[in-house]
């Protein structure tokens, strides 16, 4: 029997490549991020949803050793693998939680009065975003930031030339997203609970590309249609035939060097408490 924590896109390792793949292709934008958000050596700061861990790792090299990040996740799978990177690397200073976010104990199990929280494409897939985002406020010291990059419109996830295939797969995952009680435009919600919460929004700014099959960032839909189509097809939400065609016409797009990609649109916060 398997205790493993499933999400609606899987923990699996085809899943462990994906995310590592996505993280490669935004790690310039989360940098840039942390960066404004004043994310510097010696701070103990929180990867809330840290998956595999690979911002993880990056969070872990901007404090140094001096600091400290803790990395919350309920995946045992992908905190094993954070923790086999650990491991090989000889890093000392992160620790991994292995928790449920939307469980209220969350809060005794971050430390207390950290100086920032990162989260990305979490809040999507939890079943209480607004007590999530509650309970994280509670562990920032006044002052402290949080840095979060999710779903504001992801119908915005496109091909130029229009593709209907591309655009019924679009439709079918945010269908199943919401299906598991996920809201994939979550994004749209969090500026106005920060608001309540009386954090001071510094930055909120949409982060959407327009790319040819060439450009790197082509590479990240693409993963998600590599696997997402499977799941999708595995979950029920896509036929045999729908799943081919999804992957067909990403296909012929990815033949004409002059086709284009519009990516579904994040929306970057930076907030401080
Ligand atoms: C799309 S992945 C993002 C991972 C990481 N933040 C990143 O950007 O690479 C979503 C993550 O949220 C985690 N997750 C989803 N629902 C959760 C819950 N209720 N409690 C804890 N983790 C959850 C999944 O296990 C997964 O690691």
Same mark, same amino acid.
């Given at each position: 029997m398997t205790t493993e924590k499933d999400y609606?896109? $899987? *923990?699996h390792d085809e899943e462990i490549e994906r995310l590592g793949l996505q993280h490669r292709v935004w790690r310039p934008k989360a940098t840039d991020a942390w960066q404004r958000a004043g994310f510097t050596v010696g701070q103990t700061l929180l990867d809330v949803?840290? $998956? !595999?861990g690979y911002a993880t790792l990056d969070l872990a090299d901007i404090v140094g050793p001096t600091g400290r990040v803790v990395g919350v996740d309920r995946s045992r799978r992908f905190l094993s693998h954070l923790e086999t990177q650990l491991e090989l690397r000889g890093i000392g200073h992160v620790e991994t939680v292995e928790v449920d976010? +939307? +469980?209220?104990?969350l809060a005794e199990r971050l430390p207390a009065g950290i100086d920032g929280a990162w989260c990305r494409w979490v809040f999507a897939f939890v079943q209480d975003p607004k007590a999530l985002l509650v309970r994280v406020a509670g562990a920032l010291r006044p002052g402290g930031v949080m840095v979060i990059h999710e779903? @504001? +419109?992801?119908? *915005? &996830?496109?091909?130029i030339p229009p593709s209907p295939a591309q655009e019924l797969f679009v439709g079918k995952v945010m269908e199943t997203w919401r299906a598991t009680g996920g809201e994939v435009e979550i994004g749209t919600s969090i500026p106005g609970w920060l608001g309540e919460l009386d954090f001071s929004i510094e930055s909120v700014r949409p982060l959407i590309e327009i790319v040819g !099959?060439? +450009?790197? @960032? &082509?590479e990240w839909p693409k993963a998600f249609v590599d696997v997402g189509v499977e799941r999708m097809r595995e979950l029920g939400s896509l036929t045999g035939a729908e799943a081919d065609s999804v992957r067909q016409a990403l296909a012929d797009a990815e033949r004409d060097p002059r086709s284009l990609m519009v990516t579904p649109g994040v929306i970057e916060i930076i907030a401080k408490r």
């Open positions: 609606v896109l $899987g *923990t949803g840290c $998956g !595999p976010l +939307d +469980d209220a104990q779903y @504001f +419109d992801y119908s *915005t &996830w496109r091909l !099959p060439r +450009d790197y @960032f &082509w």
